[in-house]
């Protein structure tokens, strides 16, 4: 979605007026986020349908290493919150704030995936692959895909910090901060959710 | 970028805008060309996208028919040999995957498109260039399924695709595997175009057009877009879950591994049912449109329509386990989903009342595309019948799976989908190119669909009664039966009339042909209608409305052209829609901001298939299409949606500058 919004500002058309008044690309971000809750919805369903159902190999409770996940979960959610002081800067059009407060968003993110390959790897060791069982495919699946998200917001944090750095007009990209910003705090609900359901309540 | 600077005036026939060519943006200089191939390849013209998804759509329901006759000409007589087993099952399959997902869809798609700023009285959508995007995604997806007839046979688990027969021990060629990726790369355009069509509507109304004043077709296909936005992601993530088991060995539909057979099918309903809104509403506001036009008096309860739609839209998520009655549920589900299906009967049913009430009365115009539309009424009226029956969980026992569901089905799409269609090809097509089909062709064209389509399809409510199985490749002369509801008859009835209906299609295709031959140009206002589509050149110019229009009423033109005498309450004309339009250009806004062309869509759209290769193939080749798609999306994002402004004059003092809203 990010390239979508990135030229909005480009040309400056927060002036322009809309029948609803919000601006098409703020009302875009809302749907595409409001059509992945059933993206994820699907995933949810499909795992806690199948997280009990392990014909071979480890069950939830004994591959799940809780501290380290709330870790985490835990650097998933600061990073929401400078995710916060990211739009914040940006709207004062204070550009340095905005691109410091964005790689450091970046940053946690990042963590947060790495935590979760090393999750992965630890899993696949005591014997969890994504072929083992029906618990193995869906949480993999699940996990992955909102993984694969996080990513996907690193890559458009990153690139956003570069295009920030290459203009000229301060402040200028602070509804595609403000954009961005909420997918990255999607991500970080969807991540509660998981984390609630997947991790905290016992199979 | 493409600055109209003076709006082109010429006698209805849109000229090309000069373009100014800007410096590379994003790595390539923009595309500008206005003519040619290439002005087709990469524009981003609603209009042009529109025409695009039209041929795109009426070549795959060409496709879709051929596959449609070869599977009844294997039925016609006992023990076929037209097709092998395993053929047929690719057949049916692939004609139902083919009407569904890459004719009706696409071809309601290509009407969105075009009508719907039209009819709000924008100058394009709100994303023009994620329109062109789910143009070339649709396409991309749709020849991808089919590239594996050539790649060792079709897909063949039936259009619902159940597990776990679908798994790769029933089903090892590859045809699963594109069908299953290929409707991915065409649940993109899905998304997109619903994403974009929403957006679209909700906030690029002319001034004054509030959701009440909008023209049915429009609200309709809001409703649809809606739809769509939280259907696709369901069948996404079914179609990720069987792509998965296929390709990377995992087990979702492993009965062996305890899987439930019953998640896919689950997961597939809570599509499907929406799915099947997502076929007719489309439909449904195109002849909410023509039966008024034809009937010269407003739709009959406009806030019911609208409001009945919307209910559509919402009740259409609670019904979906109906497809399942016969899948042991329990009593408690079946009694649930089977009184949710008589319900969403109702707004079903208010809207065939408020068409009707629309003829009642009215001064009846028997064109072609009226025709179609009250083809609609009576054929959808029948379909609807048979689903309540099928409601009715003890008489679905018997009917599922069998000819009475194929009967009850193609009378909905059929009679219903595509026969609003049909009326809006004969209603817009002047609108579209300036020239109207042959009328008297057209109705031949009608009265042959109608004959063919009840031909083929009326027996199947006897066949499926008396116990033919659907998706069976041959019966037999021992089993046909005997006296009147022998299956030898009736299914030789259905097969002779799939070649009237054939037939009837040609004759919409020699319409096509000879009307693009004739020169004589249509009126402005053939059909003297109410929506603004209408208030602009036909075809209409690349910016489509001189003047955007401020908008008083519900259907704006007519009020534009009528005015109601206060004392006898008759309308009489104050305007013709020629004097409107001069009117218009006289007063044209002086420098008009149109969106730029653009080589991202489509190259990005390419880059997809590619990666789907690749996860079938080799996985090397996916990274490599998945690198593609990045740096697709890296051009995409870093090049402006409109040319910087120093490429056009800003506007002298006092000059008017209206601007699309914000572009992207
Ligand atoms: C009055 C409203 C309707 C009712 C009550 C209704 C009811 C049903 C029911 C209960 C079934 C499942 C039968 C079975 O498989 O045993 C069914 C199948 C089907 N209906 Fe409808 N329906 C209605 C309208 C529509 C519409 C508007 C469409 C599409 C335009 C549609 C398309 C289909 C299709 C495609 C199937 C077959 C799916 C398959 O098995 O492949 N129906 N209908
Ligand atoms: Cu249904």
Redesign the interface.
């Given at each position: 979605m990010?390239?979508?919004?990135?030229?909005?500002a480009?040309?400056g058309?927060h002036g322009?007026?809309?029948?609803?008044g919000?601006?098409?690309?703020k009302?875009?971000m809302w749907?595409?986020l409001?059509?992945?809750c059933?993206?994820f919805?699907?995933?949810i369903s499909?795992y806690m349908?199948?997280r009990g159902?392990v014909?071979i190999g480890p069950r939830p409770g004994h591959v799940f290493d809780i501290p380290f996940t709330s870790v985490s979960s835990f650097v998933l959610l600061m990073s929401s919150l400078t995710m916060v002081l990211a739009v914040s800067a940006a709207q004062k059009r204070d550009d340095r704030g905005t691109t410091l407060w964005l790689t450091v968003t970046a940053l946690l993110g990042a963590t947060f995936v790495g935590g979760q390959v090393y999750e992965f790897t630890a899993m696949y060791n005591e014997g969890l692959g994504?072929?083992?069982?029906?618990f193995?495919?869906?949480f993999f699946?699940l996990t992955g895909f909102h993984g694969v998200h996080v990513t996907v917001g690193i890559i458009m944090l990153m690139?956003l910090v570069g295009?920030i750095k290459r203009s000229d007009i301060p402040g200028d990209k602070a509804e595609v901060v403000e954009l961005i910003g909420l997918y990255w705090h999607f991500v970080d609900v969807i991540w509660i959710i998981i984390f609630t359901l997947v991790y905290l309540i016992p199979a | 970028m493409a600055i109209i600077e003076q709006p082109v005036t010429t006698g209805g026939i849109a000229l090309a805008a000069p373009v100014t060519p800007t410096k590379a943006q994003g790595g390539f200089r923009r595309p500008v060309s206005t003519t040619g191939w290439k002005s087709w390849l990469f524009t981003v013209d609603h209009k042009k996208l529109g025409i695009m998804y039209g041929v795109m759509a009426m070549f795959f329901f060409l496709l879709g028919g051929i596959e449609a006759v070869m599977i009844r000409m294997q039925l016609a007589a006992p023990n076929g040999k037209v097709l092998s087993a395993s053929v047929y099952n690719q057949m049916f399959t692939m004609h139902a995957t083919t009407m569904v997902f890459l004719f009706v869809m696409p071809m309601a798609a290509a009407f969105a498109n075009y009508f719907v700023p039209l009819q709000i009285g924008a100058r394009d959508v709100?994303?023009p260039r994620?329109n062109a995007f789910g143009f070339w995604c649709i396409l991309g997806g749709g020849i991808f399924i089919n590239l594996s007839w050539f790649l060792g046979g079709a897909a063949d688990g039936g259009w619902f695709m159940y597990a776990p027969n679908s798994g790769p021990i029933f089903s090892p060629s590859h045809g699963i595997d594109f069908w299953t990726l290929g409707l991915q790369i065409a649940g993109i355009a899905s998304?997109t175009g619903?994403?974009?069509l929403?957006?679209t509507v909700?906030?690029?109304?002319a001034p004054g057009?509030s959701l009440m004043k909008m023209p049915v077709f429009t609200w309709l296909t809001l409703v649809v877009q809606f739809l769509l936005?939280?259907a696709?992601?369901?069948i996404?993530?079914?179609l990720?879950?069987l792509s998965?088991?296929r390709n990377?060995?995992?087990?979702?539909f492993?009965v062996s591994?305890?899987?439930?057979p019953l998640?896919w099918q689950h997961?597939f309903w809570i599509f499907g049912h929406p799915e099947v809104y997502i076929l007719i509403l489309p439909s449904f506001g195109i002849i909410s449109e023509v039966l008024p036009v034809f009937a010269k008096k407003p739709l009959f309860g406009y806030p019911f329509v609208v409001f009945s739609g919307a209910a559509i839209g919402f009740v259409g998520w609670g019904v979906w386990a109906h497809h399942m009655f016969a899948s042991g549920l329990g009593p408690v589900s079946v009694a649930v989903f089977s009184i949710s299906t008589m319900a969403i009967a109702i707004p079903t049913g208010v809207k065939i009342v408020n068409w009707t009430l629309t003829l009642w009365g009215g001064k009846l115009r028997f064109t072609a595309a009226m025709h179609f539309a009250i083809g609609l009424i009576v054929l959808f009226t029948i379909g609807g019948l048979s689903g309540v029956t099928h409601s009715v969980a003890p008489s679905d026992t018997q009917q599922t799976d069998t000819y009475y569901i194929v009967a009850h089905f193609h009378y909905v799409l059929f009679g219903g989908a595509v026969f609003g269609l049909f009326s809006g090809f004969y209603y817009w097509w002047p609108k579209m190119f300036g020239k109207t089909l042959n009328e008297k062709l057209g109705k031949v064209n009608f009265w042959f669909m109608v004959i063919g389509m009840n031909m083929t399809f009326g027996p199947m409510h006897i066949l499926g009664l008396q116990g033919q199985p659907r998706r069976m490749y041959q019966w037999t002369e021992a089993r046909a039966g005997e006296g009147f509801f022998n299956l030898a008859f009736w299914n030789r009835i259905a097969s002779i009339g799939s070649l009237v209906l054939s037939f009837g299609i040609l004759l919409f295709l020699i319409n096509v042909v000879k009307t693009s031959r004739s020169k004589e140009r249509a009126p402005l206002d053939p059909w003297d209608a109410r929506t603004l589509e209408w208030m602009t050149s036909s075809p209409p110019k690349e910016h489509n409305f001189d003047v955007i229009p401020t908008v008083h009423h519900l259907d704006e033109f007519f009020h534009r052209k009528y005015e109601q005498d206060p004392v006898t309450h008759e309308y009489k004309q104050i305007a013709t829609a020629e004097e409107i339009l001069a009117d218009q250009e006289a007063h044209a806004d002086k420098h008009i901001h149109m969106p730029s062309p653009s080589y991202w869509p489509i190259v990005l759209a390419a880059s997809l298939p590619v990666i789907m290769i690749g996860v079938i193939y080799s996985i090397p080749v996916a990274i490599l299409g998945g690198i593609f798609t990045v740096l697709a999306?890296?051009g995409?994002?870093?090049?402006?949606?409109?040319a910087?402004?120093s490429d056009f004059d800003p506007p002298a003092s006092g000059e008017s500058t209206k601007?699309l809203?914000?572009l992207?």
């Open positions: 990010s390239d979508v919004a990135v030229h909005e480009d040309h058309t322009h007026i809309t029948s609803t919000l601006s098409n690309n009302v875009a749907l595409f409001g059509s992945e059933l993206l919805g699907g995933l499909t349908l199948y159902r014909s994504f072929t083992t069982s029906l193995g495919s869906s699946t690139s295009i | 709100a994303f994620m998304l619903a994403i974009n929403i957006v909700l906030n690029m109304r057009m936005l939280f696709v992601p369901v996404t993530v079914a990720f879950l998965f088991q990377f060995g995992a087990t979702f492993d591994a305890g899987a439930d998640l997961l999306m890296f995409w994002a870093l090049e402006p949606s409109t910087p402004e601007e809203a914000p992207v």
